[in-house]
């Protein structure tokens, strides 16, 4: 078992910054791929970004690429997105997801096994 928790989450302005964390504990996170995953109110849940276990590859969904970044710190237990120039377009609860262990870096949201709660976040215009 895998326990996921983000914080971060928060009310920013259109341009502005965030950084959601998402903290695990349980089996070696250092084994897991990671993912974010957004679902704004009726919609789907969508995928945001994934990074590999050992760190070396990421994806990124068109929406986001070049203002969001993804990272972890495996000593830290932790893997970070990293949002700039944000949009009201972005408004959604942020999920974090972990896949594995020792699996391949994945996008689809029903390959990942372990999901935190979720985390708020609200771009005004």
């Known amino acids: 078992q895998v326990q996921l928790v983000e914080s971060g989450g928060g009310l920013v302005q259109d341009g502005g910054s965030l950084r959601l964390s998402c903290g695990a504990s349980?089996?070696?996170?250092?084994?897991?791929?990671m993912g974010w995953f957004r679902q704004a109110p009726g919609k789907e849940r969508e995928f945001v970004a994934a990074?590999?276990?050992?760190?070396?590859?990421?994806h990124y969904a068109d929406s986001v690429k070049g203002r969001f970044t993804i990272s972890r710190d495996n000593a830290k237990n932790t893997v970070y997105l990293q949002m700039n120039s944000l949009k009201p377009e972005d408004t959604a609860v942020y999920y974090c997801?972990?896949?594995?262990?020792?699996?391949?870096?994945?996008?689809?949201?029903?390959?990942?096994?372990?999901w935190g709660q979720g985390t708020q976040v609200t771009v005004s215009s």
């Open positions: 997801a972990a896949r594995g262990p020792l699996r391949g870096i994945r996008i689809r949201l029903e390959e990942f096994d372990y």
């Open positions: 990074i590999s276990y050992g760190g070396s590859e990421t």
């Open positions: 349980g089996r070696a996170f250092s084994n897991y791929a």
